[in-house]
C-alpha cells in the first residue's frame, strides 16, 4: 500500500502562477522527499526535509512538514512551462531501513 | 557523469517468455533499488540491496520474479515465465550510501510489453 497520498491528483495552472500540492501520510518518518518525472523519464530528486524540520527551500520550491497532521506541501513560485512533470512524495518510514515509499503522484500541467 | 544505467529500454516479448532487465548503478553507490510504475498501483518498490545484499524484497510480487546483485556494478530483474499483467515501466534507482537521509538517482526505465 502506498504511505503517502498527493493532493490533487492533477493541476492545470498558467505560466507565472503557483502551484502547490499537497501530500499525507500515515506512519512516522524519518524524513520526506519530493520528486518529479517528466514525461517518458525516470524521477529527479527536487528536495529532502528531515523529520525535525518545518520547512526548505531550494530556488522556486518551497516545502513544508508537518509531523503532527503527518502532511507536507510543495510549492512551485512563478511556475514556467518546463515545470509541467508529474511530483511525487516519497517517505522514509522509521523502521524501514533506507527504502522509500511513494505516493500517487500529482500532474502538473503548465500552460504557456 | 553517467547516471545509472538500464538495458533494455524498451522489451517486447510473448506471455510465457523469459524477460531479464538490467542495470548498472552509478560507481560507489551502495544501494540499489527495483521498482516497478503502472498506471493502476503507481510506483512499487519490489526489492533493494544494500552492498550488493538484498534487504527486503517484500515487494516481489511472485516467484515469477527473481533479482540478482552478483557485484556492486551490476544487477538483474527476471521474470520467467512473463504475463500480460506483468507490462510495466521499470526502474532502478540507486544510493551512495544505505544511510536514510539519501535522496535515490533514477535510471531511465524499461518499459516492458507482455503480449
Known amino acids: 500500500s502506498q504511505q503517502g497520498e498527493e493532493d490533487p491528483q492533477a493541476l492545470s495552472i498558467q505560466e507565472g502562477e503557483n502551484a502547490t500540492m499537497n501530500c499525507s501520510y500515515k506512519t512516522s518518518i524519518n524524513n520526506l522527499q519530493w520528486y518529479r518525472q517528466n514525461s517518458g523519464r525516470g524521477l529527479v530528486h527536487l528536495i529532502l526535509?528531515?523529520?525535525?524540520?518545518r520547512e526548505k527551500h531550494s530556488g522556486r520550491l518551497r516545502v513544508t512538514l508537518d509531523t503532527s497532521k503527518k502532511s507536507s506541501s510543495l510549492l512551485i513560485t512563478a511556475s514556467r512551462a518546463a515545470d509541467t512533470a508529474s511530483y511525487f512524495c516519497?517517505?522514509?518510514?522509521?523502521?524501514?531501513?533506507?527504502?522509500?515509499?511513494f505516493g500517487g503522484g500529482t500532474r502538473v500541467l503548465v500552460k504557456p | 557523469d553517467a547516471g545509472v544505467i538500464q538495458s533494455p529500454r524498451h522489451e517486447v516479448t510473448e506471455m510465457g517468455q523469459e524477460v531479464t532487465l538490467r542495470c548498472k548503478p552509478i560507481s560507489g553507490h551502495n544501494s540499489l533499488f527495483w521498482y516497478r510504475q503502472t498506471m493502476m498501483r503507481g510506483l512499487e518498490l519490489l526489492i533493494y540491496?544494500?552492498?550488493?545484499?538484498?534487504?527486503?524484497d517484500s515487494g516481489m510480487p511472485e516467484d515469477r520474479f527473481s533479482a540478482k546483485m552478483p557485484n556492486a556494478s551490476f544487477s538483474t530483474l527476471k521474470i520467467q515465465p512473463s504475463e500480460p499483467r506483468d507490462s510495466a515501466v521499470y526502474f532502478c534507482?540507486?544510493?551512495?550510501?544505505?544511510?536514510?537521509?539519501?535522496?535515490?538517482?533514477f535510471g531511465p526505465g524499461t518499459r516492458l510489453t507482455v503480449l
Open positions: 534507482a540507486s544510493s551512495p550510501t544505505s544511510g536514510r537521509d539519501n535522496e535515490q538517482f
Open positions: 540491496f544494500n552492498n550488493n545484499v538484498p534487504i527486503d
Open positions: 516519497a517517505t522514509s518510514p522509521i523502521g524501514a531501513g533506507n527504502k522509500l515509499t
Open positions: 526535509i528531515r523529520s525535525n524540520e
